[in-house]
C-alpha cells in the first residue's frame, strides 16, 4: 500500500466495527467464540489497546532515534479490560479517537519520518511504515473474522 492508501485504511476499522455492533444485540457482542476465543467486545478492547500503544509508538519515534518498545501481552490487556462490561459504542468512539491520532501524525510525516524506526522487543527494528502497514494488517484480520462471524450467530 502507499502511504496515503494505509493512512486512508485506519479508520476503516472503526466504521466496520460499528456495523458489526450494529447489527448484533449486546448479549451477542460478550458471547465468546466456541473455542474460548474473545467476544465481539473484546476484540473491540483489544483493537483500542492496540491503537493505543502503536500510537505511542509512532509518537516515541518521531521524539526518540530507534527507541526501543515496551512489550506488551493482548491477552493479558484483554482480561483485565473488562471489555465485556463497555458499551461498544464507548469503545468504538475512543478508537476513532486513536486511528485520528495515527492518521494525523501519519498525514505529516514526510519520506524520512516514514523511514524512521523504533526497536521491538522480538521483532527487531520497524519503521513507522511497517508500524502503519501492521496496524492495518491486524485490524484487518480481526474485523474480518468478525464478520465470519456473523455469518453463525
Known sequence: MTHDELIAAIPKTTRALDQIADRLSD??????RNDGHW??????????????????????????ASPPFAPFDPEKLVAAGGYNSLPA????????????????????????????????PTRGPLTIEQLASSYVDHANDHVDDLWERIGSC
Do not use: N, P
Request: proline residues 0%; aromatic residues 4%.
Open 27 to 32: 448479549e451477542q457482542l460478550r458471547q465468546r
Open 39 to 64: 467476544s465481539f467486545k473484546e476484540v473491540i478492547g483489544h483493537l483500542r489497546d492496540v491503537a493505543a500503544i502503536y500510537s505511542e509508538r509512532i509518537q516515541l519515534i518521531g521524539q526518540v
Open 89 to 120: 459504542e464507548q469503545m468504538t468512539a475512543e478508537l476513532a479517537g486513536l486511528e485520528c491520532s495515527i492518521t494525523q501524525l501519519l498525514s505529516g510525516l514526510d519520506e524520512a519520518g516514514w523511514r524512521r524506526s523504533g526497536v521491538h
